[in-house]
């Protein structure tokens, strides 16, 4: 009888702990969008005939750890930070679907643009997004330039990006500009289109000076503060150390010191 009571009551409380909601808050999390040189891709994954991967040394792996080391109030401080950056993909896909990678394979997964998966992924994740980071986006929409100058340009990339804060909503965003260029004219991307690259340094510079036109920069300004970053052969993705180096000054944005 006893056995059968404890069987019983045990039974009730998995019943009843399964049927009562769950109160659990969801996790306070930074995210970070942009393209390869924020997914940090690495001139070895090229040569290889493996799908480039993201490098350990990131800017948001970067800030993650200096958030957690600062000794000072700062309400991110101690969060984590995902990045949510697509290899290859343009401002043009943002409000489009392409298919890899964890904001990718919601996006095509739900037939949603990219820009409007970055909430309901994070809700799906039990994340709350509490700051998106828009690093150096822009860069890919200069490769585009030459062969649709009408839906790629300088001010409808620079527009398209000042959209993040609508679709965000009350999340708080912050945009950086795209880094600066310094392309060789053997590089893969110069070489498989019409684009040269003296165009390609100058379409990036252009979005910088729109963005400060338009008020829209509240990120580093990587045409200040990375001027010269020390590249790969290709001209534009970094070595590991200056996408390492971008996380910091991020933290300068998030939590600058009292």
Same mark, same amino acid.
């Given at each position: 009888?006893?056995?059968?009571?404890?069987?019983l !009551?045990c039974?009730?409380?998995?019943?009843? #702990? #399964?049927? @009562? *909601?769950?109160?659990a808050?969801?996790?306070?999390?930074?995210?970070?969008?942009?393209?390869?040189?924020?997914? +940090?891709?690495?001139? @070895?994954?090229?040569?290889?005939?493996?799908?480039?991967?993201?490098?350990?040394?990131?800017?948001?792996?970067?800030?993650e750890?200096?958030?957690?080391?600062?000794?000072?109030p700062?309400?991110?401080?101690?969060?984590?930070? @995902?990045?949510?950056?697509i290899?290859?993909?343009?401002?043009?896909?943002?409000?489009?679907?392409?298919?890899t990678?964890?904001?990718?394979?919601?996006?095509?997964?739900?037939?949603? *643009?990219f820009a409007?998966?970055?909430? *309901?992924?994070?809700?799906?994740? =039990?994340?709350?997004?509490?700051?998106?980071?828009?690093?150096?986006?822009?860069?890919?929409?200069?490769?585009?330039? &030459?062969?649709?100058?009408? =839906?790629?340009n300088?001010?409808?990339?620079?527009?398209?990006?000042? +959209?993040?804060?609508?679709?965000?909503g009350s999340?708080?965003?912050?945009? &950086?500009? *795209?880094?600066?260029?310094?392309?060789?004219?053997?590089?893969?991307?110069?070489?498989?289109?019409?684009?040269t690259?003296?165009?390609?340094?100058?379409?990036? &510079?252009?979005?910088?000076?729109?963005? !400060?036109?338009?008020g829209?920069?509240? +990120?580093?300004?990587w045409?200040?503060?990375?001027r010269?970053?020390?590249?790969q052969p290709? =001209?534009f993705h970094?070595?590991?150390?200056?996408?390492?180096?971008?996380g910091?000054?991020?933290?300068?944005?998030?939590?600058?010191?009292?």
């Amino acid at each position: 009888m006893r056995i059968g009571l404890t069987l019983l !009551l045990c039974t009730t409380m998995v019943i009843g #702990a #399964a049927l @009562r *909601p769950s109160y659990a808050q969801p996790t306070p999390v930074i995210v970070m969008v942009g393209e390869s040189t924020t997914h +940090g891709d690495t001139w @070895r994954d090229k040569l290889s005939a493996v799908r480039a991967v993201a490098s350990p040394i990131n800017a948001a792996i970067t800030l993650e750890w200096t958030l957690g080391q600062i000794d000072y109030p700062c309400q991110y401080a101690g969060l984590p930070v @995902r990045n949510w950056a697509i290899s290859a993909s343009n401002t043009e896909h943002f409000p489009g679907i392409w298919p890899t990678l964890p904001l990718e394979y919601y996006a095509c997964n739900h037939g949603l *643009p990219f820009a409007r998966a970055v909430l *309901p992924l994070a809700a799906e994740r =039990g994340e709350q997004v509490v700051a998106l980071l828009v690093n150096a986006q822009g860069t890919n929409d200069a490769h585009n330039h &030459s062969a649709d100058p009408n =839906g790629y340009n300088p001010h409808a990339t620079a527009l398209r990006i000042a +959209g993040w804060r609508t679709i965000m909503g009350s999340v708080p965003v912050f945009i &950086s500009p *795209p880094f600066n260029r310094a392309d060789t004219s053997l590089s893969g991307p110069v070489s498989s289109g019409a684009t040269t690259a003296r165009q390609l340094e100058a379409y990036v &510079s252009a979005v910088r000076r729109i963005e !400060l036109r338009l008020g829209v920069l509240n +990120g580093p300004d990587w045409g200040v503060v990375l001027r010269h970053p020390t590249f790969q052969p290709d =001209g534009f993705h970094f070595q590991d150390g200056f996408y390492a180096a971008a996380g910091t000054f991020w933290l300068d944005k998030l939590c600058p010191a009292p």
